[in-house]
């Protein structure tokens, strides 16, 4: 005969015991679609939900059986009664969950039936450094959106060109409330040179998308928390992890075209001073005596800047090889000489090859006289070279 008395004991103290680990779950308000919360989840969370679906019962029965005979019906009385309650206990939480998936579903639904549009659109060019080139673009527009359920929204930016796939550029996040009329406005800012990537050349045609930000509510994140409990009906896994309510991002409107940029790419900002490649090395005698008053070290260098150029290298492995120059450059792509004292190199008492390492080009004067500096040239720039191993050359080649 069944023991109901220690049946229900035995099921209470289990039901006790879920009922303790449910509520720590809620109380820790635990971010089911990550696995933390105020603390990380422990690896072995998803054993204990295991155990305590299946091995618990099992195990509670088993001892309800053994303690009060006859074990048999005692143990089959204690599973039965507690996995009834599991699945009470399903019945209701797959309920609850099953209404917030209908709302979810219905803010969808709302959303995609919206009709949402661009009211005002445009572009300007910003110069940074005042030399007649883009370094940004601003794109800024107003959205109609009266007609879109208030929340969170996110208006993404693209650029094509020819038929070419699009570029993104950037995104702008936008709060819609009840009382929000035709002119919220927004803005990008977007790095011209990225336009480039793109194509040599324009116009660029702009396009938007709008997508709505769904997130899982306070209430939908205890729900879920109540799920991943329910032995049966809930497809929340024990990680927590739901095939609908989780936060998302849907894709609602697009808008195509709604601006064209006409930029040539000579316009667009880019490196002041482009090292392009070494040319060579050769001695050099103004004098016609036959040794040499200097070591040309020639570099090709691509230039939108016109103006002082400054110097410094070091050859290496010797304490007193340092090398310094100013000069000037052109714009356009030319050839650049670096030229080493003739006279230096015979004092080092070595013979080549010469090794240049620390190699930079500067438009404003490195040193800084007076410890003071006086930045005349804008947008400063230095340009690194790679190490240049001059041909073979004797001291005494040197003058």
Known sequence: MVNWRAVALASALYFAALIALIAATVAFDIDLARGEGWFRLPSGWSLLLAAMYYAAPVAVAAVVGYLRRPLRQNFIATVAVIFAVHAAYGVAVAGMRFAAVKVRQADIEQSHAALPAVAEFGHRFVDDNDDGLVNRIILEGKLDATDLPPGAYTLYARASHGGAPGLGLGYADVIVATDTGPGLGFAYEVDARRLRDLADAG?????????????????????????????????????????????????????????????????????????????????????????????????????????????????????????????????????????????????????????????????????????????????????????????????????
């Open 203 to 399: 116009p660029f045609d702009i396009h938007l998308g709008l997508s709505r930000h769904f997130t899982v509510s306070p209430t939908g994140k205890r729900i879920l928390a109540l799920c991943r409990w329910a032995a049966f009906f809930c497809p929340t896994s024990r990680l927590g992890y739901d095939p609908v309510l989780y936060d998302d991002i849907v894709e609602i409107a697009r808008f195509d075209a709604v601006d064209t940029i006409a930029l040539a790419p000579e316009t667009i900002q880019r490196k002041q001073l482009v090292f392009l490649r070494y040319l060579g090395d050769e001695g050099r005698d103004d004098d016609g005596d036959g040794l040499f008053d200097a070591l040309v070290v020639s570099i090709e260098l691509d230039s939108i800047y016109a103006g002082p150029l400054y110097v410094q290298a070091q050859i290496a492995g010797v304490s007193s090889g340092h090398v310094e120059q100013t000069s000037s450059i052109a714009k356009g792509i030319g050839r650049f000489d670096v030229v080493l004292d003739g006279g230096r190199l015979r004092a080092l008492g070595r013979d080549g090859p010469y090794t240049l390492g620390a190699f930079a080009l500067f438009n404003n004067d490195p040193y800084c006289p007076g410890g003071t500096c006086v930045i005349e040239n804008r947008p400063a720039f230095t340009v690194y070279l790679d190490s240049y191993t001059t041909e073979a050359y004797r001291a005494e080649q040197f003058e």
